[in-house]
């Protein structure tokens, strides 16, 4: 009996002694970089279609990510991300052609928007990769970033580097992996069919799902309905005041959900102007997205298929509000 405990024991140390390692590599060698990426060089033309869609799009993911003090996209602190992250900056994508985007190609952006991986191989862990937007949408937004739009015009004014947590550094290091570059088109689907739209509204044009499902750091962007808790709802963020909040629950859950909370009409008022229907606002992080009716109201018929998740958001608010 001794002798299997010592063996035990010994096995037992022998892998505390191999993660204190592997946490200890993470911790010296930070976020991973990756070979330079060989890219399809390409020219997108800048259409006038392209840089509305470029800049409605920009509006719901750069714009409100990479907002720096003068209104240009120099990048800015994500205070709205929970602490265990660390502190995380956004960069400038400015046309700069120092500290920006100025230097580089379309296809180093589309690369870079679908994978994570800069032109020189480094790796952006927490931006979000647009693995499902359609092809058209991403390099409206190309376009977009490339225009005369006042926001992406060349600044040298940098935010500081992000200061990253260990958290974060393993997460870049085992479970936030760069995602490959697609081998097919993918294209907007046929918008009169309306579940089939939302379902793209929501997930490959809006990326709702990494919010609102279950765990920001568990989200799969290459298929989202099987992220943890897909809109379920329950991340934590923070508020501007530095309060916990938790992502609302989208599933039509009668009890928890929004199946009774709102009608389509309300639903789209929401997403559109952050107004819930007794009046009051939605908290910040979420903020009014610019959508028709028809895009709004085509996430709530989708969210209508979304298998049910029960989970109590209020309760939980309040639990952790009662914590601090």
């Known amino acids: 009996m001794k002798k299997v405990l010592r063996i035990v024991l010994i096995g037992v140390g022998f892998v505390a002694v ?67 992250f660390g502190t995380v900056y956004t960069m400038n994508i400015t046309q700069d052609k120092e500290v920006g985007i100025g230097n580089w190609t379309d296809g180093e952006l589309l690369h870079f928007l679908r994978t994570g991986i800069r032109r020189d191989g480094s790796f952006a862990p927490i931006m979000p990769k647009f693995a499902t937007m359609a092809d058209e949408d991403l390099k409206s937004v190309v376009v977009w970033l490339k225009s005369d739009a006042a926001q992406v015009q060349p600044s040298a004014q940098e935010a500081p580097k992000s200061d990253f947590s260990l958290f974060s ?41 990494i919010c609102h499902s279950a765990d920001i750091t568990d989200y799969n962007p290459l298929h989202p309905e099987l992220s943890k808790g897909y809109y379920g709802g329950g991340n934590k963020m923070i508020t501007s005041d530095k309060k916990p ?25 929401a997403v559109k102007a952050c107004v819930r229907p007794d009046g009051s606002l939605l908290r910040a992080p979420m903020f009014p997205h610019q959508m028709t009716d028809y895009e709004a109201g085509a996430i709530f018929e989708y969210l209508k298929t979304v298998p049910k998740i029960k989970n109590d958001i209020p309760s939980k608010e309040q639990e952790a509000l009662a914590s601090k």
């Open 245 to 269: 909040i938790f992502t609302a629950n989208l599933t039509f859950d009668e009890e928890t959900g929004i199946a009774k909370k709102y009608t389509k009409q309300q639903f789209i008022q």
């Open 169 to 209: 550094k393993l997460l870049a290091n085992t479970v936030i992996k760069p995602l490959p570059y697609p081998d097919k088109a993918i294209v907007i689907p046929d918008s009169t069919d309306e579940v089939t739209f939302g379902r793209y509204v929501a997930d490959g044009l809006g990326n709702c799902y």
């Open 18 to 84: 191999a993660l204190l390692g592997f946490v200890s590599f993470v911790a010296i060698r930070g976020i991973p970089t990756y070979d330079a990426p060989t890219i399809q060089e390409l020219t997108i033309e800048a259409t006038p279609a392209r840089l509305v869609r470029g800049e409605k799009i920009a509006r719901m993911h750069c714009i409100a990510c990479h907002s720096g003090a003068d209104n240009r996209l120099t990048g800015r602190q994500m205070d709205d991300l929970p602490e265990l």
